[in-house]
């Protein structure tokens, strides 16, 4: 994994939580997650890959918006699913 922003940072939007509660999907399912990550494209909160379900993952093959971030208190970091860097 490369350290720092890529050319796909350009598109975060810092958007609001689609679903602050939980994993938009895990709640209509009613399933559990481990951890959360939040689209900075659409705001949509997804649940990582440590998650049965693996959301976060699933929306970015869906529908291809590239950075995620973590949704997890104290946590400040940055993911892109197309060049696999992480930032803060």
């Not at 976060?56 to 699913?81: D, L, M, N, R």
Request: net charge negative.
């Amino acid at each position: 994994m490369t350290p720092g922003p890529c050319e796909h940072v350009a598109l975060v939007k810092n958007p609001p939580p689609r679903t602050p509660e939980g994993c938009e999907e895990c709640l209509r399912i009613g399933s559990d997650w481990v951890h959360l990550r939040l689209c900075e494209t659409c705001g949509h909160v997804g649940c990582c890959d440590s998650s049965p379900n693996k959301h976060a993952t699933k929306h970015f093959q869906k529908v291809h918006h590239p950075v995620i971030a973590s949704f997890e208190p104290g946590e400040h970091w940055k993911f892109c699913y197309v060049d696999q860097t992480m930032w803060e």
